[in-house]
Antibody, heavy 121, light 106 residues
């Protein structure tokens, strides 16, 4: 079955760039579906960050669009998140997930286990 | 932005009770609604999509209903494994989640 696994630094300094990777197994991301990043914090709850289509088109949450880049690496079967100019408000558990077919706005299933990222000097 | 409001925030129930969680959207989202279950330290798990379609493998005691702006998640008879926090998510425009409903045992 499809499995996703996030990886990346657990601590990022304020004003720097948060970079995470989601490794996908059991499915080739170049075949189809949208692939998404979602975060969860005590203050803001669950928040969709953005999605990337298997062909490379991207869709972002308007509140984060100016700071986010999501990209695919089909050769490694993974996709990545970059969030620049981070502040303490970006401290959260970050999840990657597969989104649905047919629309960039869809339900999410399955999810990775999540990775805690803290922003602190 | 479409806002999603869940009620109640916390439900204290007994095993075997019928559980009903409500989710309201700030504007019509047709049937573009999903429900998730999340246990501590784990990722959310999809239960229902398109308001009432049960995800494969999810027990039939879970059901969803509604359209437009009002939706419900029902657990017909609460089991120990159902103690968790439940979230709704609209996907009519972008994707926004409710704030969650924690189901606990009295």
């Amino acid at each position: 079955q499809v499995q996703l696994q996030e990886s990346g630094p657990g601590l990022v300094k304020p004003s720097e760039t948060l970079s995470l990777t989601c490794a996908v197994s059991g499915y080739s991301i170049s075949t189809g579906y949208y692939w998404a990043w979602i975060r969860q914090s005590p203050g803001k709850g669950l928040e969709w960050i953005g999605s990337v289509w298997h062909g490379g088109s991207t869709y972002y949450n308007p509140s984060l669009r100016s700071r986010v880049t999501i990209s695919l690496d089909t050769s490694k079967n993974h996709f990545s998140l970059k969030l620049n100019s981070v502040t303490a408000a970006d401290t959260a558990v970050y999840y990657c997930a597969r989104s649905g077919l047919g629309s960039p706005y869809n339900w999410f299933d399955p999810w990775g286990q999540g990775t805690q990222v803290s922003v602190s000097s | 932005d479409i806002q999603m409001t869940q009620s109640p925030s916390t439900l204290s129930v007994s095993m075997g009770d019928r559980v009903i969680i409500t989710c309201r959207a700030s504007q019509s989202i047709s049937s573009w609604l999903a429900w998730y279950q999340q246990k501590p330290g784990k990722a959310p798990k999809l239960l229902i999509y398109k308001a009432s379609t049960l995800e494969s493998g999810v027990p039939s005691r879970f059901s969803g209903s509604g359209s437009g702006t009002e939706f419900t998640l029902t657990i017909s008879s609460l089991q120990p494994d159902d103690v968790a926090t439940y979230y709704c998510q609209q996907y009519d425009s972008y994707g926004t989640f409710g704030q969650g409903t924690k189901v606990e045992v009295k």
